[in-house]
């Protein structure tokens, strides 16, 4: 008996799995091929590069009746498949042609039960791919719509990131590590720094972000006393208080009661006891509320104008009046109960060296009685009498 010999090293017998492979790889051509002539440069199915008569059967086929896809498609297959073939030698013997041809059928009938598959869209694997219009359906997905879903899925993330950050710094920022421990006053001279942590109404031992600084300031800026404040914040537990204060400056005398006034003529209080401070005398007072500018009659609101003004020059000249009787034009100013100087506001204000020099000589004889008349031209005549 004959024994036909065996393909030896690269005459081997061809696998199904090879005739698979080809099979395969003759699909993919035939596809690429159509898919040349069904597609434009821009992925788009360009119907004047084909004939009437095959574009439905094509498109058809590959995608389905009515099927129009707006870009290319990717690859049927994930990677490259691998042709065991022997070039040199193409000729089997008759056994292994037989074997071969009962595989080729098998594969055959394989590639026919896929190709039914069409409608339901079963996938047949890698080996032999699915049929052409369940890949279609199934790998088909416009990237601008990947993009989007992309986009929404990182947006989200972001979204719910800073969520967490925003939730744990509040967290971190209302904990005990930023209660407050000092409140620092700085410029307090009227009042003690004390009444102005009082009067802001900031607590020791609050969160410091929870305390209002707004709130604060409002507070204090309604005290007559305060007329600007800046209060800040000190990581991580310290309040810093800065105020400026209006000065007194002169004491009004109303009725009985006296009127404390700052150099703009803001009223800061009032009081039944003559304060230390120059005494106002002559003005028709209409209103004196804490915190509001003096009321006055319309013609003393010059007057009490000039008479401030004369205070604060009489301050920078080192010049003392205890109390001053204003009018429209003359002003009388006493430096004892029973001495005043007499005269103008400009007058006393531009020869006020003069009038000093008077005073000291008087003070010298101790002479505390009499009235100092300042005249235009500088001259101080001085009489003994109240005038």
């Known amino acids: 008996m004959k024994t036909s010999k065996k393909p030896q090293g690269s005459h081997r017998k061809k696998s199904k799995h090879d005739y698979k492979t080809m099979i395969e790889e003759e699909r993919e051509q035939d596809y690429k091929k159509d898919e040349e002539e069904l597609y434009d440069a821009h992925g788009f199915i360009d119907e004047s590069r084909l004939n009437a008569d095959s574009y439905h059967d094509k498109v058809a086929r590959y995608f389905g009746a009515g099927a129009k896809p707006r870009e290319p498609r990717e690859p049927l297959w994930g990677g490259d498949s691998v042709l065991i073939h022997d070039e040199e030698d193409e000729t089997l013997d008759a056994d292994s042609a037989s074997e071969s041809q009962a595989q080729a059928a098998t594969a055959t009938s394989d590639s026919e039960t896929a190709t039914a598959n069409h409608d339901s869209g079963d996938n047949y694997g890698f080996e032999l791919g699915n049929t052409a219009a369940a890949n279609a359906a199934q790998q088909y997905q416009p990237s601008g719509k990947k993009r989007k879903k992309r986009k929404k899925k990182h947006y989200l993330l972001k979204f719910f990131i800073t969520i967490i950050v925003l939730v744990g710094i509040y967290f971190f920022a209302t904990s005990s590590f930023f209660n407050i421990v000092t409140i620092d006053v700085d410029a307090a001279s009227h009042y003690t720094a004390a009444q102005i942590e009082e009067l802001s109404g900031i607590k020791r031992g609050h969160n410091i972000f929870k305390t209002s600084m707004h709130e604060a300031d409002k507070k204090l800026m309604k005290d007559p006393y305060i007329q600007e404040v800046k209060i800040s914040r000190h990581l991580p537990d310290t ?40 005494i106002i005398e002559g003005l028709t007072i209409t209103g004196g509320d804490d915190g509001q500018p003096l009321g006055v009659d319309g013609n003393d609101v010059q007057t009490l104008s000039k008479t401030l003004t004369f205070i604060k020059d009489m301050e920078q000249s080192d010049m003392y009046f205890y109390r001053i009787v204003t009018s429209e034009v003359h002003i009388k100013a006493y430096v004892y109960d029973q001495l005043a100087v007499s005269g103008t506001y400009r007058n006393i204000t531009s020869n006020i060296d003069a009038v000093k020099k008077v005073i000291v000589d008087l003070g010298n004889k101790g002479i505390e009685r009499g009235t100092i008349e300042v005249s235009g ?3 101080c005549a001085f009489t003994p009498e109240i005038v």
């Open 239 to 278: 309040i810093q208080i800065i105020v400026s204060e209006r000065m007194e400056v002169a004491g009004v005398k109303n009725n009985d009661d006296y009127i404390i006034i700052d150099g703009t003529g803001e009223v800061l209080r009032h009081t039944a006891e003559a304060p230390a401070l120059p």
């Open 377 to 379: 031209n500088g001259t």
